[in-house]
């Protein structure tokens, strides 16, 4: 899958986008931002670039919103690609804060993160000293939040490079947060000079009628602000306060689709149809005995008739979205387990594939695996946005971001699908009541009873998430070889390199490309787990039930890389299975800082099991494990292990994590 995707995107790429070679990845400033503070919506308060710091909510304007705020980017203060375009900030004014997954960003030239002492992603727990010099401030708890630092690895230029501070956990929805840089140093150990027009908003009242007079009664808030949570204003080289959006802001539009479209079906199954159903023999398959296609009709949330790659939602006068008037058919695949009988009808579970794939997945051996061990019968359908019939439309995304919203607009209808899909697979009248999935005497093989469930994988579980979340009817997840957020994760991830080839030749300055993460970040929070980590447990959204949710992680997997998993578990306030890796596999100087242990007998979720296969760690910088050093990538390995799938299936029956792996750390035997 990822070799013919990355075939796919350089095809594309070389006969309709901006010719890929670039000079030794050259930081280019001409299509930087603009490092002058009078272009509207620049913040002066470093003086450098504009949309710097980031998240910032200088960037916001007094509004009737849940936050009380709304993100007023102004275009000529937007990136530009390659061709001058600026991306076009409509969507992104539509949000009343920024991500609670948010990477912070600044431009601290001659920085040099050793010598100041910065937290390492190996080290998250150095930044809660009390002498931190990045210190992440909740202003309504005065409480401190975990974080690693970094700087663009895969930035050449030094003077072209971002300092990343990544929350290790997300933040709160609608809360208001505060950031102090202090104590800045130089590769020398000299004390970095704070940025000229900083020092002078920082110091002595400016007249009324002076231009950076109301940027000055601003940084007065932030500043009490960080003297309540102990952080004085000396030493200081940058602070600045953000809001996080609210839960109506990120999770409204999926839940006014899901609950319009579930009213309307009165408590019945969606109607569907059937388009093929293939019987195996034993010889054949000895975990499927049937193979089921068919469509669902879904009401359509996009702008164009059959919401086909490129739509956007289509959206109503308060920005919400609302029908088109005609109808998705989302095209499902089930496989039917061998050992489903009447007597003992099938687990109803949703399945969810990979990085831009197809509901075929569920096909895929481990799933066929999965199914006749354990009896579950998997349905799925694609994740519209991200699937195998969107990569054309994901290619020339990365020529103008402005496009970008096609992607999570397409995926928040797929959240739709799948609810639907699920319901069809639990009423008394769907699919329990058609002949497909019914035995040669009429009865069902689908216990449309049971609570349904869902297992996803890579994608499916970065995704999945969110479906989780917005479902009325999953209670038990697992979410295989997943973490949060993308913004984290591209740098990291080997299936990133076509993408990256063609931002660089679209955006070319690194500057500018780790705040256009910053700014996708924002949109995508609408349709992947980062926007819907905090309901994933016993606060659930408005119409959704508690959530019971397992983490597979494989150690030094190439695709999504464990810190990201990491933050999610600590999100979610999972339990770890521990020992988690053996001793000395993990660099960090407290492996999995922040994460609880697993206590010795089954537990009730949510929980994150590692699995490992013997690949090496991952880069401790944000780039990807490219190279022989890193091994065969680990990825497949969690979801082929029979004593994975045995933990899979027991926590999507009961949502209890049974311990398959004794006192030592789990091991899978690497995938073939």
Not at 213 to 226: F, K, N, Y
Not at 476 to 502: E, I, W
Not at 592 to 597: A, E, M, R
């Amino acid at each position: 899958m990822r070799l013919r995707i990355a075939l796919t995107m350089l095809a594309l790429a070389g006969t309709s986008l901006t010719p890929l070679t670039l000079p030794a990845q050259a930081d280019s400033p001409s299509t930087s931002p603009s490092t002058s503070a009078s272009v509207p919506g620049c913040d002066p308060v470093a003086g450098t670039e504009c949309l710097l710091p980031f998240p910032n909510d200088w960037f916001t304007e007094p509004a009737k919103t849940p936050t009380g705020r709304r993100v007023a980017f102004d275009v000529s203060a937007m990136p530009r690609n390659a061709a001058g375009t600026p991306i076009d900030p409509a969507l992104w004014n539509l949000a009343d804060g920024f991500s609670p997954g948010s990477m912070l960003l600044a431009h601290v030239p001659g920085l040099d993160l050793r010598a100041t002492g910065a937290a390492p992603v190996t080290d998250v727990g150095r930044s809660l000293r009390r002498d931190a010099p990045i210190v992440l401030v909740d202003t309504r708890t005065g409480e401190r939040v975990p974080y690693w630092a970094e700087l663009d690895a895969g930035a050449t230029e030094p003077a072209r490079r971002a300092l990343i501070v990544r929350p290790a956990e997300n933040l709160r929805e609608g809360r208001r947060y505060a950031v102090a840089l202090r104590g800045l140093k130089g590769a020398d150990g000299g004390a970095l000079p704070a940025p000229e027009t900083f020092t002078r908003l920082s110091g002595r009242d400016l007249p009324g009628d002076d231009p950076l007079a109301a940027r000055q009664r601003a940084l007065r808030r932030t500043l009490a602000d960080l003297r309540a949570a102990g952080v004085a204003a000396r030493d200081l080289y940058l602070a600045w306060d953000f809001t996080v959006a609210s839960e109506q802001g990120i999770a409204g539009p999926a839940l006014r689709m899901r609950d319009e479209a579930l009213r309307a079906l009165r408590g019945r199954s969606p109607e569907f149809t059937v388009t093929s159903v293939t019987d195996l023999s034993p010889e054949q398959d000895p975990n499927v005995s049937r193979e089921v296609t068919g469509e669902v009709l879904v009401p359509n949330y996009l702008n164009r008739p059959g919401g086909p790659p490129g739509s956007n939602l289509n959206r109503g006068p308060d920005g919400l979205p609302r029908p088109l008037g005609d109808t998705l058919r989302a095209g499902f695949h089930c496989v039917v387990p061998r050992s489903a009988t009447a007597k003992r009808p099938a687990l109803p579970s949703l399945y969810g594939h990979g990085l831009l794939g197809r509901a075929t997945e569920v096909r895929a051996g481990h799933v066929r695996a999965m199914a006749g061990e354990h009896n579950v019968l998997f349905c799925a359908t694609k994740w519209i946005g991200m699937s195998d019939e969107d990569v054309p439309n994901v290619a020339s995304v990365f020529t103008d971001f402005s496009r970008f919203g096609t992607v999570p607009d397409r995926l928040q209808q797929s959240l739709l699908d799948f609810v639907l899909l699920g319901r069809a697979m639990i009423t008394a009248d769907g699919m329990a009541a058609h002949e497909a999935f019914r035995d040669d005497r009429g009865r069902p093989l689908i216990d449309h009873r049971a609570p349904l469930a869902f297992d996803g994988n890579s994608q499916g579980g970065i995704a999945g998430g969110a479906l989780v979340a917005v479902s009325p009817d999953v209670r038990n997840a697992v979410l295989g070889v997943t973490g949060m957020n993308y913004s984290t994760l591209l740098n990291r991830s080997v299936d990133f390199t076509p993408f990256q080839q063609m931002m660089n030749a679209s955006y070319p300055d690194k500057l500018t490309q780790q705040l256009c993460f910053a700014l996708l970040q924002l949109l995508w929070d609408r349709a992947e787990t980062n926007g819907y980590a905090r309901h994933l447990g016993d606060d659930p959204l408005p119409g959704s039930p508690r959530h019971r949710v397992l983490m597979h992680v494989a150690f030094g997997d190439h695709q999504v890389t464990t810190v990201a998993a990491e933050v999610q578990a600590r999100t979610l306030g999972a339990r770890i299975h521990r020992p988690a890796i053996a001793a000395g596999r993990n660099p960090d100087v407290v492996p999995y800082w922040g994460i609880g242990s697993l206590p010795r007998g089954p537990y009730p979720g949510p929980a994150m099991v590692v699995w490992d296969s013997g690949t090496p760690a991952p880069p401790v910088t944000n780039t990807p494990p490219l190279g022989p050093e890193y091994g065969r990538d680990s990825h497949e390995d969690p979801r082929n292990d029979p004593g994975a799938r045995v933990q899979k299936a027991q926590f999507l029956r009961s949502g209890v994590v049974v311990n398959v792996c004794g006192g030592a750390p789990c091991t899978a035997e690497p995938a073939r």
